[in-house]
């Protein structure tokens, strides 16, 4: 009993790109990134994910060089501090700096400041 061959296919041709059927302008990406974290529920996540880019603007340039913001979630901002002495300099700021992140972020998404003193070890702890 012999087996059917089947004949081999040829790979499909690639489109050419110079082909004027094909051309159209390139869309923004922009709206099409928005429109995917808003299906996923994802936009408040992206909002306080801005606090790294803009922390400067919220802590002001003598606070950030001592300070660095590690994360935002559920309305908790975690900044690290090089010393105790920025440690108490951030916690007697700390309602300015929920009043200005929310102001530059958007409303309600700085609740309350904690502080972690040391230095980042690399592996998501500090050191105390």
Same mark, same amino acid.
């Given at each position: 009993? &012999?087996?059917?061959?089947? *004949?081999?296919?040829? #790979?499909?041709?690639? #489109?050419? #790109?110079?082909?004027? &059927?094909?051309?159209?302008? *390139?869309? *923004?990406?922009? #709206?099409?990134?928005?429109?995917?974290?808003?299906?996923?529920?994802?936009? +408040? +996540?992206?909002?306080?994910?801005? =606090?790294?880019?803009?922390?400067?603007? =919220?802590?002001?340039? /003598?606070?950030?060089?001592?300070?660095? *913001?590690?994360?935002? %979630?559920?309305?908790?901002?975690?900044?690290?501090?090089?010393?105790?002495?920025? /440690?108490? !300099? @951030?916690?007697?700021?700390?309602?300015?700096?929920?009043?200005?992140?929310? /102001? @530059?972020?958007?409303?309600? !998404? $700085? %609740? +309350? @400041?904690? $502080?972690?003193?040391?230095?980042?070890?690399?592996?998501? +702890?500090?050191?105390?």
């Amino acid at each position: 009993m &012999s087996a059917k061959r089947r *004949p081999k296919r040829r #790979p499909a041709e690639p #489109p050419d #790109p110079d082909d004027p &059927s094909r051309k159209r302008e *390139p869309a *923004p990406l922009k #709206p099409l990134l928005e429109s995917f974290a808003s299906h996923r529920g994802w936009e +408040r +996540r992206l909002e306080g994910a801005r =606090i790294h880019a803009v922390w400067e603007e =919220i802590a002001g340039a /003598a606070l950030a060089a001592h300070t660095e *913001p590690v994360r935002l %979630h559920g309305g908790v901002l975690v900044v690290r501090v090089a010393s105790s002495t920025w /440690a108490t !300099q @951030v916690r007697y700021l700390s309602s300015d700096l929920v009043e200005r992140a929310n /102001a @530059v972020l958007g409303a309600d !998404q $700085v %609740h +309350r @400041v904690t $502080v972690v003193t040391g230095a980042d070890d690399g592996r998501g +702890r500090t050191r105390r």
